[in-house]
């Protein structure tokens, strides 16, 4: 069941990809919509997505979708989580790290994911129980056991303020003691580079579904944890993530728990 399925996922994915990599010269001059503080969407968001859409149900009529631009489509107990364009804020300005992620979920519980990066042709999938894949490379993640000479993943919530406070100080306690931080803007992308081992650990503050859905089962495949700021599993539905090695993931907990306020909980 999972091959056929994932195989559609990657066609969906590279088809989307190319939509994307034909527009990128023209990013700077493409309508911008603002669905929110600091939410954007451009006309490439949404005609990447309804292609992913078209292929899948081409393949799969009776599934249901939940999908950044245009939100549920009922089906059946099959679910494809869709962010056409992970770093729209980044393709927008030309700066080069964004993708597409696809996830999809079987009676709640992650089957499936694709993260592709249309500009450096990497193309990230993963089957439940089957491992993760980098074109066709098996990936595992860091062995680091020390925050010394660790490199690690955030994203700010700039969508939400109110986290603001809370969010400076586990960077404050992280930067203490690691090697350093990245911020580069596209969640998706981070927890395939967590899986590949690029990055030793990660946390976020209030993601989408769409947002981590198929990086944390790359993550998950290449050996790494993954739990939301209460250390359970709810991380899909708080947006509240910390992941990485069992190793990292347990020295990040012990950093950022302190400053995790109720709100976050």
Same mark, same amino acid.
């Given at each position: 069941?999972?091959?056929?399925?994932?195989?559609?996922?990657?066609?969906?994915?590279?088809?989307?990809?190319?939509?994307?990599?034909?527009?990128?010269?023209?990013?700077?001059?493409?309508?911008?919509?603002?669905?929110g503080?600091n939410?954007?969407?451009?006309?490439?968001?949404?005609?990447?997505?309804?292609?992913?859409?078209?292929?899948? &149900?081409?393949a799969?009529?009776?599934?249901?979708?939940?999908?950044?631009?245009?939100?549920?489509?009922?089906?059946n107990?099959?679910?494809?989580?869709?962010?056409?364009?992970?770093?729209?804020?980044?393709?927008?300005?030309?700066?080069p790290?964004?993708?597409?992620?696809?996830?999809?979920?079987?009676?709640?519980?992650?089957?499936?994911?694709?993260?592709?990066?249309p500009?450096?042709?990497?193309?990230?999938?993963? &089957?439940?129980?089957?491992g993760a894949?980098?074109?066709n490379r098996r990936?595992?993640?860091?062995?680091?056991?020390?925050?010394?000479?660790?490199?690690?993943?955030?994203?700010?919530?700039?969508?939400?303020?109110?986290h603001?406070d809370?969010?400076?100080?586990?960077?404050?306690?992280?930067?203490?003691?690691?090697?350093?931080?990245?911020?580069a803007?596209?969640?998706?992308?981070?927890?395939?580079?967590?899986?590949?081992?690029?990055?030793?650990?990660?946390?976020?503050?209030?993601l &989408?579904?769409?947002?981590?859905?198929?990086?944390?089962?790359?993550?998950k495949?290449?050996?790494?944890?993954?739990?939301?700021?209460?250390?359970?599993?709810?991380?899909?539905?708080?947006?509240?993530?910390?992941?990485?090695?069992?190793?990292?993931?347990?020295l990040?907990?012990?950093?950022?728990?302190?400053?995790?306020?109720d709100?976050? &909980?």
């Amino acid at each position: 069941m999972q091959q056929p399925m994932l195989n559609i996922a990657v066609r969906a994915a590279r088809a989307a990809g190319d939509i994307i990599l034909r527009a990128t010269d023209k990013a700077a001059h493409l309508q911008v919509e603002y669905k929110g503080k600091n939410d954007f969407a451009t006309e490439i968001d949404r005609f990447a997505e309804r292609e992913i859409i078209s292929i899948i &149900k081409a393949a799969y009529p009776e599934h249901g979708f939940l999908a950044e631009e245009s939100g549920e489509h009922a089906g059946n107990e099959y679910v494809w989580v869709i962010d056409p364009l992970d770093g729209t804020t980044n393709f927008v300005h030309g700066f080069p790290q964004y993708a597409v992620s696809i996830a999809l979920k079987v009676k709640g519980r992650l089957e499936v994911g694709v993260v592709y990066d249309p500009l450096r042709d990497e193309l990230f999938t993963a &089957k439940r129980g089957g491992g993760a894949m980098l074109n066709n490379r098996r990936l595992r993640v860091t062995n680091l056991t020390s925050m010394k000479g660790a490199l690690i993943g955030t994203g700010f919530p700039f969508k939400v303020p109110q986290h603001l406070d809370a969010y400076m100080e586990m960077f404050k306690a992280v930067t203490i003691d690691s090697a350093g931080i990245r911020r580069a803007g596209s969640a998706a992308l981070d927890l395939a580079y967590l899986a590949a081992g690029r990055l030793d650990a990660f946390w976020e503050i209030e993601l &989408k579904e769409w947002d981590m859905a198929a990086g944390i089962l790359l993550l998950k495949e290449a050996g790494g944890v993954a739990t939301d700021f209460s250390f359970n599993d709810g991380y899909l539905e708080s947006g509240n993530v910390i992941a990485g090695s069992p190793r990292m993931h347990q020295l990040m907990y012990q950093l950022i728990e302190p400053h995790v306020t109720d709100a976050l &909980k």
